[in-house]
């Protein structure tokens, strides 16, 4: 039961470069998220992924990128890091349900700093 | 305002003590959630309510729809307790999306 894996666990990076954080589940989950962590603000939506192929914004979606070519992996891509965009980084998963009552999956978090 | 508020920010007590973490928000949903989050760990889902109360040996969440509320009791709290308590909401309409709350800080002295 490997679940949901992030990668990797830290990071330091210096501002203008690109940094790509993995996400990889194993449950084949339809929908998977991607939230950033901050004094003040909780959990924020950046992207979400209904299934393979469609991907949406969410809340703070400025500075990031998402694909997902495939069900079980979800990568998150900073096309040029700013120092805002320091913070951890959680990625979810959860099961597609009319009912909309499906816990979500967190893995254990990125934490990214970018001087 | 947010959509969902949690009180309080930061809750302290001692080992035994009964605790009451609330959840307020103003939104239609079609669920609520409440979420633990260890210091420096990962976030584990602890419920999912879309009516009433549920029970996981001494943790109990309840839900009232029509005023909008809900709360997390902790009965004969431990300093394993001790994590941040958040909140979030299904909207209803808003796909498989959570809202969130800035969760509670709970600490348990032994």
């Known amino acids: 039961d490997a679940g949901i894996t992030q990668s990797p666990r830290y990071k330091i990076t210096e501002t203008g470069r690109q940094v790509t954080l993995m996400c990889h589940q194993t449950?084949?989950?339809?929908?998977m998220f991607w939230y950033r962590q901050d004094l003040g603000h909780g959990l924020r939506l950046i992207y979400y992924s209904a299934a393979a192929d469609i991907t949406d914004k969410g809340e703070v979606p400025d500075g990031y990128v998402v694909s997902r070519s495939k069900t079980e992996n979800f990568p998150l891509t900073l096309e040029s890091a700013t120092r805002s965009q320091t913070s951890v980084y959680f990625c979810?998963?959860?099961?597609?349900?009319?009912?909309?009552?499906?816990?979500?999956?967190f893995g254990d978090g990125t934490r990214l700093s970018i001087l | 305002k947010n959509e969902v508020e949690q009180s309080p920010q930061n809750l302290t007590a001692q080992e035994g003590e009964f605790i009451t973490i609330n959840c307020s928000y103003s939104?239609?949903?079609?669920?609520l959630h409440w979420l633990q989050q260890h210091p420096g760990g990962g976030i584990v889902s602890l419920f999912m309510l879309s009516s009433g109360k549920k029970k996981h040996g001494r943790l109990i969440a309840t839900i009232n729809i029509q005023e909008k509320h809900s709360s997390l009791h902790i009965t004969a709290s431990h300093p394993r307790d001790s994590a941040v308590y958040i909140c979030a909401v299904k909207r209803i309409g808003g796909s498989e999306k959570l809202v969130f709350g800035k969760g509670t800080k709970l600490t348990v002295n032994p």
């Open positions: 939104v239609g949903i079609s669920a």
């Open positions: 979810a998963s959860s099961r597609a349900d009319r009912g909309g009552n499906q816990p979500q999956h």
């Open positions: 449950w084949s989950h339809s929908y």
